[in-house]
């Protein structure tokens, strides 16, 4: 068996003991215990202390949560699958020794699946109707892949590719053909190709034809069609440098299918997919495959501060004292506030419990959150603010 230790990657067990810190939160420690001390405090986690306008939804809130597991802490948090927009998204009460070094694994945890899943909430938002899959694990370090396509999921993508991520969440990984398949079978032969697989693959996988290897992406389309018995779509992933007006090859792809009865036949479009090229393509293309939009998003510059010791404000200059509230209004509005003052009248507390006393106090469940995120995006009108440029 090959010898797996020479990869790059940081163990879970290094996460779990608080090893995966910084280097100045062992300082830190060694400072604090030298001198006796280990106040209680409140922490909280934010990307911005006041409302912008910039949405973000909250995700890996899965592993984050399991750094609390057994410390003596209590931990309220939104939701996973909230938006939020300023103001705390988790706020941690306890004796500072205990959580001081997850400090750096707990941001990373949200900060990056927070990143990539308001990506891939913004490209369902684009074509809400249309097929979405994640296809960019292949553009990140593939110790990250589960996080990336949970958080595809958690967006409102339909569907993951990577397999071993697919084992990880409990999902079945999907996925059909790529261009060095045609390859392998020589230039001229892609019929031989698509029946080849066709008659490989196992009936529960479905017959998606990729048809832009070696010709006009119309010529292999309609020989696809012909040559594969129920085809259930094609796929155009055509290189950037060929690719001229996408839309407009899809349009004559679909009319010129239809013209020789295959109008049952789906068309499918990836290669540089975003949320503008889906919102642009969705009344002609029936799915899409997202790949470097979603993986490679840029992730939520979260911070931790200590905002009160032992009950008392504390926070440092440029941060709000105190421990703070947030709400979701009925007009959709993200509302911040101090916790100890009133909340809004139409106002809806959105920290609540996720760990008491080491003790995780919530299910997590990925289509639950999906749901939640969907019903978020519509309360606030994000797909409208979108593609308006408005602020909601």
């Known amino acids: 068996m090959r010898d797996m230790t020479t990869f790059d990657i940081v163990p879970p067990g290094a996460i779990a003991e608080g090893r995966a810190t910084d280097a100045y939160f062992d300082r830190t420690v060694e400072t604090l215990e030298a001198t006796g001390r280990n106040p209680t405090v409140t922490a909280e986690v934010t990307a911005s202390q006041f409302p912008s306008g910039d949405w973000s939804l909250l995700a890996g809130l899965h592993d984050a949560a399991q750094l609390f597991e057994g410390l003596a802490v209590d931990v309220d948090a939104l939701l996973e699958g909230q938006l939020f927009d300023g103001g705390p998204v988790m706020r941690i009460e306890g004796p500072y020794l205990e959580f001081c070094r997850f400090e ?5 945890f949200l900060s990056h699946a927070s990143g990539v899943a308001t990506a891939a909430l913004e ?3 684009a074509a809400p109707d249309a097929l979405a899959i994640s296809f960019g694990t292949r553009h990140v370090h593939p110790s990250i892949g589960a996080m990336v396509e949970r958080s595809a999921l958690l967006g409102g993508l339909d569907g993951i590719s990577n397999v071993a991520a697919g084992e990880v969440l409990g999902r079945e990984a999907g996925g059909t053909m790529p261009h060095a398949l045609i390859i392998c079978f020589g230039r001229g ?30 010529e292999e389309a309609t020989r696809a069609a012909a040559a594969v018995e129920d085809l259930d779509s094609v796929r155009i992933d055509t290189t950037s440098s060929r690719r001229g007006d996408f839309r407009h090859i899809l349009r004559e792809v679909r009319e010129k299918l239809d013209a020789r009865g295959f109008a049952d036949v789906g068309l499918f479009a990836s290669g540089g997919i975003d949320p503008a090229t889906m919102r642009d393509l969705r009344d ?18 979260f911070a931790l501060d200590v905002t009160a010791v032992e009950g008392e404000p504390a926070a440092k200059r440029g941060k709000l004292d ?15 506030r101090r916790a100890d003052e009133p909340a809004p009248d139409d106002g809806r507390a959105l920290l609540e419990p996720l760990v008491r006393d080491g003790d995780l106090v919530r299910n997590f ?13 519509a309360a606030v009108g994000l797909a409208d603010a979108m593609y308006t440029g408005t602020d909601v």
């Open 123 to 125: 490209a369902r938002l």
């Open 322 to 336: 105190g421990p703070r509230a947030v709400y979701r209004t009925d007009d959709g509005g993200h509302e911040s």
């Open 284 to 301: 002609v293309a029936d799915g899409f495959g997202v790949g470097s939009y979603v993986s490679n998003a840029d992730p939520v510059e």
């Open 104 to 108: 750096t694994a707990l941001l990373g």
């Open 365 to 377: 469940e990925i289509d639950e959150a999906a749901d939640r995120a969907l019903e978020d995006a």
């Open 189 to 218: 032969n892609q019929e031989d190709a698509w029946r080849a697989f066709d008659d490989a693959v196992g009936p529960d996988v479905p017959r998606v034809a990729l048809v832009d290897t070696y010709d006009d992406e119309v």
